[in-house]
């Protein structure tokens, strides 16, 4: 399926592992012109690396987007390089795993500036811009756990929930301009962050093979596996693309059929 993303710039958070990169594979290869973020060089680097072997450009940039500096100066560097900013994929990585007990205040609050207020950051940057040119996509990678509280995942069902209240109020607010607002909530996929995971849960089990964790998380799932990177990239590609016109202020789920919700 053609998404007609050619001549379409696209911001990838996130974007040197995981989930982000495989999003900036794809948008990409569907004709847009990409810049990634992370907050490692080394990573940037690396991932650059592998996407020209696959014959994919892409721009790199360096911020923490918990640091409202690094946002601004990533702002300034995007605009210049890329012209414009057509779609936003807002992603960052994940918040340590553990607990209420496990985290002090200020661990809420680094959580809380890394997984919401960057991305808030964000669109403050580049939304009215969207606005005025009267076409833009926003698509927020958030988790299962933003609307499914699971174990271990405290500081990332707190932030992300979050994020979900602020995409749906800002839907609200750009619809009619042409800029859609949309959040994809992912499960469980094959990821380096997935991985941590395990074998966080099997070290709070009483034992280091994380291979049993797996075993039971793919049970789980009604898909009986866990997803694959393309696969979510799938999704973000056609919600930040022309042929999901209608489609904003939704809160989607890509997660297997694990989510227990019917709503």
């Known amino acids: ?14 974007g040197s592992r995981g989930l982000g990169f495989a999003c900036a594979r794809r948008l990409a290869a569907e004709g847009a012109r990409v810049a990634i973020v992370a907050r490692q060089e080394e990573g940037l680097r690396h991932a650059q690396e ?16 918990s640091r409202s500096d690094d946002v601004e100066r990533l702002v300034e560097q995007a605009l210049a390089q890329l012209g414009q900013v057509d779609i936003l994929v807002g992603n960052t990585g994940g918040p340590p795993p553990g607990g209420f007990a496990d985290f002090s205040e200020e661990d809420f609050e680094v959580a809380l500036q890394a997984n919401l207020l960057g991305q808030i950051r964000l669109c403050r940057r580049l939304v009215p811009a969207m606005v005025e040119r009267r076409w833009g996509r926003v698509v927020f990678v958030s988790s299962l756990a933003a609307r499914q509280p699971l174990e271990g995942l405290m500081l990332s069902t707190t932030a992300r929930a979050g994020l979900l209240g602020f ?10 301009a042409g800029v859609s607002v949309n959040t994809v909530m992912p499960g469980l996929f094959r990821t380096e962050r997935v ?3 395990a074998e966080f849960t099997a070290h709070r089990q009483g034992h ?6 797996f075993t039971s998380w793919e049970q789980a799932v009604p898909a009986r596996r866990l997803g694959e990177p393309d696969e979510f990239a799938d ?4 919600l930040a693309s022309p042929l999901a016109s209608y489609i904003t202020g939704a809160a989607i789920p890509i997660d297997g059929g694990r989510s227990r919700s019917i709503v």
């Open 208 to 213: 280091n093979d994380a291979t049993a964790v």
């Open 167 to 176: 995409a749906k109020a800002l839907s609200d607010e750009v619809a009619e």
């Open 1 to 14: 399926m053609d998404m007609k993303l050619n001549g379409k710039t696209a911001l990838v958070g996130g």
């Open 235 to 238: 999704l973000v590609s056609f």
């Open 195 to 197: 991985v941590s995971l």
């Open 50 to 65: 592998r996407l020209g072997e696959q014959g994919v450009d892409v721009l790199t940039f360096q911020a923490d987007l």
